[in-house]
Each structure stands twice: as structure tokens, then as C-alpha cells.
């Protein structure tokens, strides 16, 4: 059983209300059908997600199929989040400690040792496409850097992305310094 399939099939609202009426007590298509509002296939397909996802099982009772939650399902989520709580209690969240690789890599890097040089100043980069300073978090066609002093701007730089998205910024900022 794998969490990010059973997380995606009670995903969807309607998937989540009907496991958590299976919860309560063991139900037929119809029933959850006239319960919810929903046609029948409706109930249905989605009883299928969720028997697929190994969330319930069905037991034939006369001319019903009757859905029920299976247990081990239900540890397993259980198990699972449990798991996720430990690990995020066991997280440093003091705010003046990173432990991310890339902060790590890049403070052996030459960017790390330009910024120490010079504190006074700051390095701003935005995106920027058609002379104007545009606000995505996805792909740009330029960069614009502002070195910021005193609350002024000294030197504005616009550089080609040549291929990075926003998150690598850095990228862009190194090939700044290597063209001052």
C-alpha cells in the first residue's frame, strides 16, 4: 500500500465524504447515493478509486454490495502520519539555523564570499521581460539586479536568464559577477 495513493484517492471532497460515512457504518451505492445527493454511478466510480486505493472492501449482502474501510488501511494512514508528526516534532525550528544542502554549497562559493566583502551593499534580482519588471515564479527571459546602498539604488544590471527559472537565481546573480 502506498500513502500517495491513498492520499490522492481521499483527495477529492467527494471521495473523502464517502469513506468518512463508511467510517460510520457499512453502506450500499444506493444508500450513499441517497444520502449524499449524488447518482449512483457516481458512488460507483469513486467506491472504485477507493477500493483500488485498497481504502475498503465489499461484501455481498442479498442483491447489495455493502462497502466497508479496511483496517489495515486505516493503521497503515494512521502509521503513516504518526511518522510525519515524530518527524516534523524531531525538526529544528529555531529561525537563526538552515540546514539546507544548497545554503551549505553555496556559502562555498565565490557569491557567498562577494556578498561578505561588501555588507553595505544589497543585491536585489526581479524577473524581467519586455522592459518590465514581471512577478512569476516560473521561467524569465531576463533578470534585472539592483545593487541597493543606503535605501538607494547605485547600479541596475539587466542580465539574460539564459535558461533559468527564478529558483536558481543565483545562477543568474553569479553570472552578473563574473561579467562586472
Not at 554549497?105 to 526581479?126: C, W
Amino acid at each position: 500500500m502506498e500513502l500517495s495513493t491513498c492520499l490522492k484517492a481521499l483527495g477529492d471532497p467527494t471521495r473523502f465524504i464517502i469513506f468518512q460515512h463508511l467510517l460510520i457504518r457499512k453502506h450500499c451505492t444506493r444508500s450513499l447515493s441517497r444520502k449524499l445527493g449524488f447518482t449512483e454511478a457516481t458512488i460507483s466510480q469513486h467506491l472504485k478509486i477507493l477500493h483500488e486505493a485498497g481504502l475498503m472492501y465489499k461484501e455481498k449482502y442479498g442483491y447489495h454490495m455493502h462497502y466497508l474501510p479496511t483496517q489495515e488501511a486505516l493503521d497503515f494512514l494512521a502509521s503513516s502520519f504518526e511518522e510525519m508528526r515524530q518527524a516534523s516534532l524531531a525538526l529544528n525550528r529555531d529561525p537563526k539555523v538552515c540546514q539546507c544542502e544548497y545554503r551549505q554549497q553555496m556559502e562555498n562559493e565565490p557569491v557567498g564570499q562577494i556578498l561578505e566583502k561588501d555588507r553595505d551593499t544589497m543585491r536585489i534580482a526581479v524577473a524581467y521581460e519586455n522592459g518590465q519588471i514581471f512577478q512569476h515564479f516560473g521561467r524569465t527571459e531576463q533578470f534585472k539586479f539592483y545593487d541597493v546602498q543606503d535605501g538607494t539604488v547605485k547600479a541596475a544590471q539587466v542580465v539574460s536568464a539564459d535558461g533559468y527559472t527564478q529558483k536558481y537565481v543565483d545562477a543568474a546573480y553569479r553570472i552578473t559577477e563574473e561579467k562586472t
